[in-house]
């Protein structure tokens, strides 16, 4: 076989939509049948009953049945809400839920496959496999919970805690430089990448719609208050008021405008950053609009690099949403045109084969 060959997949059979094969339900569903029989259990005050309500509320219009919707989650506290949501699920080990769901959606193209992570449990001991899921594509909905804190084992410091962080593993401050999770997804390659709030519920459903219709890998950090060791960590980007001069809300196709009356745009900086800017007395043609659909991630990641400790000028939204062939798609197109042109292979063969040595 020529290079040029080796590197071409023949056409799949099927062009997989967002939810890859999976069937429409029969009848239709509501919220209510996607709520189980287990008493939800956390703590007052925490966003992610929120962020379950939300879920909740939304899984009804992907018009699937529950038994081809599989919710994976790691550990922490996020990862609790398979339990609440009826239908399949696994909460499965420590940064592993990724792995878990790639080869789940790779060998079951009919079902919808969402992971359920936090911060902790993602950016730490899963890192690897974050980003791996990631840059491969495969056909999952990634929803990270970033609380800035290990809540489930009482307050340590996460990844995604702020330099100086005074927490019962850090007394005398965090000297860890803080990740930041939508650079990081984008950064591994990541189609699609949004940040939504918990408890701003219309923002965040319009966001895991928009996830839903991707197809190949979503991913959605959801920042979310910890009432117990993290509270009012995101008080700028929630608070009444301040969140409006704060926020930079991403619309596809509109002009990006934000702070008080829509005053400041964003333009490309002299060494390719993009910096805030008073719209009046700024030419027109040098102010952005956003547009998700940029091929190139540079766009994206430098909008994601506007944050800071201050929540100064903090973008939500899809980021960025660009389709190219997911993992699943390419794997069985690949099997597929190995079949035609090899056919039906033996494993026993395969196993007992002559590729075979002796040490000594």
């Avoid at 993602?122 to 495969?138: D, F, K, T, Y």
């Avoid at 408890?199 to 208050?225: M, P, Y």
């Avoid at 608070?239 to 001069?245: I, Q, S, Y």
């Avoid at 030419?283 to 991630?297: K, R």
Wanted: with cysteine.
């Amino acid at each position: 076989m020529s290079d040029a060959a080796a590197t071409e997949f023949p056409e799949p059979q099927h062009r997989f939509a967002s939810l890859t094969l999976v069937p429409k339900a029969e009848a239709k569903l509501a919220t209510k049948d996607f709520k189980s029989d287990q008493e939800v259990r956390w703590c007052p005050g925490c966003g992610d009953y929120a962020i379950l309500a939300a879920f909740q509320g939304f899984l009804p219009e992907l018009e699937i049945p529950r038994e081809n919707l599989v919710i994976i989650s790691g550990i922490g506290c996020s990862s609790r809400l398979p339990y609440y949501v009826n239908s399949y699920g696994m909460h499965s080990i420590h940064g592993r839920a990724p792995t878990i769901a790639s080869g789940l959606a790779s060998s079951r193209p009919d079902l919808s496959v969402w992971v359920i992570t936090g911060d902790g449990d993602a950016l730490s001991i899963g890192g690897n496999h974050l980003i791996h899921a990631l840059r491969r594509n495969v056909n999952i909905k990634i929803l990270l919970f970033n609380n800035r804190i290990y809540g489930l084992t009482k307050g340590q410091y996460s990844p995604t805690s702020e330099q100086g962080k005074v927490t019962k593993s850090t007394p005398f401050g965090s000297l860890d430089t803080p990740f930041n999770p939508v650079s990081l997804a984008i950064g591994a390659e990541a189609g699609f990448v949004a940040r939504t709030i918990d408890s701003d519920r219309k923002h965040l459903t319009s966001v895991l719609r928009a996830a839903a219709d991707h197809k190949g890998t979503a991913f959605i950090e959801i920042f979310q208050n910890c009432p117990i060791y993290n509270d009012n960590a995101f008080l700028p980007v929630t608070e009444p008021g301040e969140r409006d001069l704060r926020l930079i809300r991403l619309e596809d196709g509109e002009p990006i405008r934000f702070g008080a009356g829509g005053s400041q745009g964003l333009r490309v900086g002299r060494h390719g950053g993009l910096e805030p800017v008073p719209v009046d007395g700024t030419d027109p043609d040098s102010l952005l609009v956003h547009d998700a659909g940029v091929a190139d991630p540079s766009y994206a990641f430098a909008l994601s690099r506007l944050d800071s400790s201050d929540f100064a000028h903090t973008p939500i939204g899809v980021f960025r949403d660009v389709e190219r062939p997911s993992y699943d798609e390419l794997m069985s197109a690949q099997i597929e045109g190995a079949r035609q042109k090899q056919g039906d292979g033996d494993l026993a063969e395969l196993l007992a084969g002559s590729d075979t040595w002796q040490v000594g």
